[in-house]
């Protein structure tokens, strides 16, 4: 079966061009063990001395990008995958693994110790960033097409109605209450965009809200 390998690049030396072009890969000493992420875990130094690591994501599907936070990388296993992973920045150590209930988590957005993402499928997740405990998660409706955005407490998502209807709600981030959630003429597939106390999006008929 083929794997993705999430890939990490840290500069490390002083006084080098971050914007000079990466000289080839030399391997180098693991500093973890390989049981600990995986057996195609890897290390490598740049010919500048750049450092980073490699770990391989199951299932050999595209990925989203990770979130990052306070040291940790946030991602899910692509399209098709159940699975939602936390890892550890400096290392590529895998801290904690979520099974969702169904597939295709995208990329998610963390705050306030919380980290939050969809799957493509239908439902909402909001897990404990430290340990991977859920808080909630919410059924909205199938395809969710957007990731989600975070603000000041709150969660902007976009969903589908069973009517044929669109909608953007504002959920509460610690247990998911629906604080408000209005109809939108048009489908919603990107993520909105929070700012001063205002929500941007933006829809596939073309239309700037």
């Not at 600990?36 to 130094?45: M, R």
């Not at 169904?102 to 430290?130: H, K």
């Not at 407490?153 to 610690?174: E, I, N, Q, W």
Request: aromatic share 10%.
């Amino acid at each position: 079966m083929r794997k993705l390998a999430l890939l990490l690049m840290v500069l490390t030396a002083c006084g080098q061009d971050p914007g000079k072009a990466p000289g080839p890969l030399q391997p180098v000493a693991l500093p973890y063990s390989p049981e600990q992420v995986g057996p195609d875990a890897g290390a490598f130094t740049t010919k500048e001395g750049r450092k980073g690591w490699k770990i391989a994501i199951p299932g050999g599907r595209p990925l989203t990008g990770p979130a990052v936070h306070d040291g940790k990388l946030f991602l899910g296993g692509g399209f098709g995958s159940t699975e939602f992973y936390c890892v550890e920045a400096a290392t590529g150590k895998i801290l904690w693994e979520y099974k969702t209930g169904d597939d295709g988590p995208t990329a998610a957005v963390v705050e306030d110790g919380y980290v939050v993402f969809n799957t493509e499928s239908c439902t909402i997740y909001t897990l404990e960033t430290a340990t991977g405990k859920p808080v909630w998660s919410k059924w909205l409706g199938d395809p969710l097409l957007s990731q989600p955005a975070v603000a000041a407490g709150r969660v902007y998502m976009a969903y589908p109605g069973k009517d044929g209807s669109h909608h953007l709600a504002c959920l509460a981030l610690k247990d998911g209450k629906e604080l408000w959630d209005d109809p939108i003429a048009g489908d919603i597939i990107a993520a909105p965009v929070i700012h001063d106390g205002s929500v941007y999006l933006t829809t596939l008929d073309g239309t700037l809200y």
